[in-house]
């Protein structure tokens, strides 16, 4: 380490208030605590003196998997003694190739952090706020526990199980023991995930398109055109470390082209970069749908061709439906009479900053290279108010040039076997069927809100609007609640309105490995074990033409009273509530039998290893043997640590794709047939819940993919700059900022800087204001202000501000923070950004939602 850089730390340690009781302090006091500032140091031999086991002593590889980001890589950790010391990817894996990245190995500094909370804790300031200190102060599980169940059977006592609540954030399969079968059993409605801080509107666009509703993979091997339209699939998509260990293929076989207002790290090895204007993604898919149908460039073994042979997509001319005949799509004549005809390149250059030759050259040459054409669809066109429509645009090219399930295209899941837990509906009682009657506390499906998850009005989740629902009591006062790995006062936009919903409700439980934003407004902290290391799990990934499902395993001696949130937990507390006279939990969890002995469950330990085994069960039991890789019993797959599927079937779904009309859906009758039906439940047309949802569509556009310029957040006069938001390939799932690593390696994020927390301006930009890189700024959007240093960049659009998310912490570990509940150290990029929905999917807003401001704040 440089003698900066260890300055830097030195003062960030120095710096932490010892006058004030926090987090640290009170779990030094109430578990292991390893040596003092160890976890602050970036080389492994803190590791090794941390230690008991000499360094010349062997080790051994046990499988495990990496949650750091949605790759859900299959992993090998090396442990010496009871210490893990290095991971690499598992060669059995045919998803990942044995490949990884820097988050699986920043998960070493994360589970030998210092800061992670090691015993249970209560609150002993009932004032909450961010100004408060709690007062935490160790306590036993039992303890613990107890106070749980004891709110939880005062629910039940007074007949407001509808008033219990469970937020998720990173899970593995095991999730449905505790946010499904738990919360159902208890009585309640509200399990509320993660899911829509995520990408919900990236599946709303190939759902009302193809009828699939989950994330896709794409056949980059075999692809000889990339379009990538908001998505950083080198640093931060789904896949980072596969694609990035055939990217090199890729580049010599495929031409790439990124849009994206920033200078990706996709995009600085792509060879187009198109910096579009944020929001108007929509537009240019138009055009480029345009040129491939009016340049005769479409797929006619998947689309269809007129009659005669005879092209009549002529630019402005509308055609006659019955000229055309369709294979295996729906509507893509009247998809052109309604919007595309009139979406030249000219218009699109207008509307998105682009050079009219530029998109004439990606149109063509995505065209010619059909079928082996992808269309990437990320989080630029859909995490938008109008992102919807947009995402449904950018995938509809995949259908145009016949990609879709089709070698080197975008493909959909291969099958796999495992299968759910054992049905609750036994052992929910009276009172707990009439809890979960209730309306959600996300209100989904009311009339602003269709949530319309996989075609049914209601059924997707809006996960920041329940922070909403929370402060106006609406529909009713939420009492106790549950979080797990989760911290929405931090990871949701506007977050402070998730700190005055949380020190609303009377009592909050966290389940967590550090004590971040979220905890500082609970009563309890419960702390929860690592994925990688401490725990047992499952989790299922798709790349490569493969599905995977890849096992969790404890692999290491745990260094503080730690327990899994998704199992260990809910059979604790199904014990507690058993010995209440509620046994309902308990009585179901026992139906978890060991399938090898037929066994049930008698501790939290075993639960936890018979659930597994239970979910897992027909991937290696070879009585049971469905498909993909074979195995001779447990133990051989647990040593292995991943199942993989069989090969892809390419064009299996052609004609037999779960729309209303089998067939990819240029117009589509499914998004039709889902709208009017949440129009009826409010007695309300089509174009009035379009109004309600701030969208611009009536009639018949409602149901194609259209453009619809972006609805962006304050006037352009007063906040000059567009505000983008992205993601770094440091981010563990936004866990990463008490790893100094994440600090020390930086620039590795395209125009960032070690140990700094930048804004990424244009020179041009910053000349007219004044602004020069190193600047200390203040930025401001409609609803929020941060400060950051000012960098100057070319790779980012004029007009435009680019920060990473990540930095901003103000608790969650002494690295993170300035000063440990305190101050933050940098900027939440959620402090700008307004809690605005794609209402149609439940996505929260994170492009093209805000305009900003710029100021420099002077010295002294």
């Not at 926090?22 to 941390?50: D, I, N, Q, V, W």
């Not at 629902?469 to 931090?490: Q, R, S, W």
Request: with cysteine.
């Amino acid at each position: 380490m440089n003698t900066h850089k260890h300055a830097m730390i030195t003062k960030l340690v120095s710096d932490l208030s010892m006058s004030r009781r926090h987090f640290l302090k009170a779990s030094a006091a109430g578990g292991t605590l390893l040596a003092a500032g160890m976890g602050l140091k970036p080389e492994l031999t803190a590791l090794a003196e941390a230690g008991d086991t000499p360094p010349e002593e062997k080790g051994t590889w046990h499988a495990g998997t990496c949650q750091g980001c949605t790759s859900w890589c299959a992993k090998q950790v090396y442990v010496v003694g009871d210490r893990a010391v290095k991971v690499r990817g598992n060669p059995h894996s045919k998803v990942c190739v044995g490949a990884s990245c820097v988050r699986a190995h920043m998960a070493l500094q994360q589970v030998y952090d210092p800061d992670r909370i090691k015993t249970p804790m209560k609150r002993t300031n009932p004032k909450k706020g961010r100004h408060e200190d709690p007062g935490f102060v160790p306590i036993s599980w039992d303890e613990a526990l107890d106070t749980l169940a004891d709110k939880i059977m005062a629910l039940r006592d007074a007949d407001e199980t509808h008033k219990y609540m469970l937020m998720r954030g990173r899970y593995t399969y095991m999730r449905d023991i505790l946010y499904d079968r738990m919360t159902k059993i208890i009585g309640s409605p509200n399990n509320i995930s993660h899911s829509a801080i995520c990408a919900e509107a990236e599946k709303f666009g190939s759902y009302y398109t193809e009828g699939y509703w989950s994330y896709r993979q794409y056949d980059v091997k075999k692809a000889r055109y990339v379009l990538i339209w908001g998505a950083d699939p080198l640093a931060a998509n789904r896949q980072v470390p596969f694609y990035t260990s055939v990217w090199g293929d890729v580049m010599e076989r495929a031409r790439v082209a990124v849009v994206e207002p920033r200078l990706s790290a996709t995009a600085g090895k792509a060879d187009e970069w198109l910096p579009i204007v944020p929001g108007q993604d929509s537009a240019l898919a138009l055009a480029i749908a345009h040129v491939i149908l009016t340049r005769g460039l479409w797929s006619r073994e998947f689309v269809g061709d007129f009659k005669d042979g005879s092209n009549r997509f002529v630019p402005g001319q509308t055609v006659d439906e019955s000229t055309f005949d369709e294979a295996f799509t729906h509507g893509v004549v009247a998809w052109w009479n309604l919007e595309v005809k009139d979406r030249s390149p000219a218009w699109a250059a207008e509307k998105t900053g682009l050079p009219v030759a530029q998109i004439l050259r990606v149109a063509e040459d995505f065209g010619k290279a059909a079928p082996r054409a992808i269309s990437w669809v990320g989080g630029g066109p859909s995490m938008q108010v109008r992102g919807g429509y947009g995402s449904m645009a950018c995938h509809a090219l995949n259908g145009l040039v016949g990609a879709c399930d089709n070698e080197g295209g975008t493909l959909v899941s291969n099958k796999e076997y495992t299968r759910k837990f054992p049905k609750p509906d036994a052992f929910m009682d009276d009172i707990a069927k009439k809890g979960k009657k209730h309306e959600k506390i996300d209100q989904r499906g009311r009339l602003t809100f269709p949530a319309l998850k996989s075609g049914k009005p209601g059924s997707a989740v809006l996960t920041n609007n329940a922070a909403d629902g929370i402060l106006n009591e609406d529909p009713y006062e939420i009492k106790v609640a549950v979080g797990y790995m989760n911290n929405f006062t931090f990871s949701c936009t506007q977050p402070d309105r998730w700190e005055r919903a949380l020190a609303k409700i009377p009592f909050v439980a966290h389940l967590t490995t550090h004590a971040s934003e979220f905890s500082w407004f609970s009563d309890l902290l419960l702390p929860n074990t690592h994925h990688l290391f401490e725990k047992y799990g499952y989790v299922k990934s798709i790349a490569n033409g493969y599905r995977h499902v890849t096992l969790m395993q404890p692999v290491i001696k745990r260094i503080g009273d730690y327990k899994t949130d998704e199992t260990e937990v809910p059979w604790l507390l199904a014990e507690k509530l058993s010995q209440r006279g509620f046994d309902n939990l308990l009585r179901h969890y026992k139906e978890y039998r060991d399938p090898e002995t037929g066994k049930e469950p008698t501790t939290a330990d075993e639960f936890s290893l018979y659930a597994l085994k239970y979910a897992t069960q027909s991937l290696w039991d070879p009585a049971q043997y469905k498909g993909g890789d074979k195995f001779n019993g447990w133990k051989e797959f647990l040593e292995t640590g991943v199942w993989n599927s069989d090969p892809y079937p390419y064009r299996k779904r052609w004609g037999k794709m779960k729309t209303a009309t089998e067939k990819f859906e240029f117009y589509s009758v499914t998004l039709k047939n889902a709208l009017e039906k949440h129009a009826k439940k409010h007695k309300t047309t089509v174009d009035e819940v379009l109004s309600a949802c701030n969208y611009e569509a009536q009639g018949e556009h409602a149901f194609i993919p259209h453009h619809e310029d972006p609805f962006t957040i304050g006037d352009a006069d007063t906040y000059p700059f567009v505000f983008v938001d992205h993601k770094s390939r440091l981010n563990r799932e936004g866990r990463s900022a008490n790893c100094t690593w994440y600090y020390d390696f930086k620039d590795l994020d395209p125009g960032d800087e070690p140990w700094q927390d930048v804004a990424k301006i244009n020179p041009a930009d910053a000349k007219k204001i004044g602004i020069k890189s190193g600047d200390t700024i203040r930025i401001t959007s409609p609803t929020g202000t941060i400060e950051c240093t000012a960098k100057l960049w070319e790779g980012i659009r004029p007009g435009t501000v680019a920060k990473c998310f990540g930095q901003g912490h103000w608790a969650y570990g002494r690295v993170a923070a300035g000063e440990f509940g305190k101050t933050p150290r940098g900027g939440n990029n959620n402090d700008l950004i307004p809690a605005e929905y794609d209402r149609l999917s439940g996505s929260t807003v994170r492009h093209a939602g805000t305009r900003v401001k710029i100021e420099r704040i002077e010295e002294g």
